[in-house]
């Protein structure tokens, strides 16, 4: 058994804390035994799961694992804080804010030899699933993908090409290795509004576009076009609702990793992928912040 705490009680450390109560039937969640939860507010005892201190979670022998579900920018010093300590770790995407922190907090839980593991339900989706399936074998020709959703409080979430992250994970896992050529970013501050677009090239030669739109009453909702030398896709597909939850997925992953259940050619791959995409992020980003050229 592995003893477990959730650090960061919103919207995803909640339901953690439910599918570590009510792990699958025979599924390798049951060997995380949730110890307890960490927050910055005081929130006492939920379900029974007692709030325990930062420091009783680090320097417990009782706790061999975190759950890192606090906001992004809160990240990377939860993820080092519980490295340092020997735990294996769990957190949210995106891992971090940054593609060279990343590397290095990844070199520490290797030498440590402890499990560091990203959470990407995106690609866990039935939905997504299908997608990919009708995508594979085909021969891309350009493609699109756009994003909209409600705004968010950068402070705390991040560059758009950062909080974002799933859907540049959706086009690495899709098409390959992708080359950065050009991104902007629109503003309007006062309406809290942005579009970010980045458009990359396949290792083909072949043109992507992802769009990320956000603002005050803006539908969450992902738009595709990939055209095919065989024809165009235009709709994401239809699937049915997997019975088993995402994060209780995602959970069910971590455990196996825990375990010795994944190869080490599968941890290879996943590595390289969330590395590359946060490489591709940062990018997008300094292309953004660059200063406009002024023409004479």
Not at 2 to 26: E, K, W
Not at 49 to 66: C, R, T
Not at 82 to 96: I, R
Not at 267 to 295: F, M, N, S, V, Y
């Amino acid at each position: 058994m592995f003893g477990t705490v959730v650090v960061g009680i919103g919207i995803a450390g909640s339901v953690r804390i439910r599918d570590m109560l009510n792990p699958m039937p025979s599924s390798p969640s049951e060997h995380l035994k949730l110890f307890g939860f960490v927050s910055r507010r005081t929130l006492g005892n939920i379900n029974e799961v007692k709030q325990i201190s930062l420091q009783d979670a680090l320097g417990n022998k009782e706790v061999q694992a975190a759950i890192i579900s606090t906001d992004n920018k809160s990240h990377e010093e939860n993820v080092r804080m519980f490295l340092e300590a020997g735990k294996h770790v769990l957190v949210e995407y995106p891992m971090v804010l940054s593609a060279s922190t990343a590397r290095e907090l990844w070199d520490m839980a290797e030498q440590k030899g402890k499990i560091l593991h990203v959470e990407h339900i995106e690609l866990l989706t039935e939905e997504y699933k299908q997608l990919k399936k009708e995508v594979a074998g085909k021969e891309l020709v350009k493609g699109t993908l756009h994003f909209t959703g409600g705004a968010l409080d950068e402070e705390q979430s991040g560059f758009p090409a950062f909080s974002g992250i799933a859907r540049l994970t959706w086009l690495v896992d899709l098409f390959g290795d992708l080359t950065v050529t050009s991104a902007t970013r629109e503003e309007q501050k006062e309406k809290n509004y942005s579009r970010m677009t980045a458009h990359f090239q396949t290792a083909n030669k072949k043109p992507l576009t992802w769009i990320e739109e956000r603002g005050p009453g803006l539908r969450r909702d992902k738009k595709i076009n990939f055209c095919f030398k065989s024809g165009c896709l235009e709709n994401l597909p239809e699937a049915p609702r997997s019975a088993v939850g995402l994060f209780m997925q995602d959970q069910n992953l971590f455990a196996k990793k825990l375990l010795g259940q994944v190869s080490r050619e599968e941890l290879a791959a996943e590595k390289w992928r969330i590395l590359r995409c946060l490489d591709l992020a940062e990018e997008i980003q300094q292309h953004c912040e660059r200063p406009a050229k002024i023409h004479s």
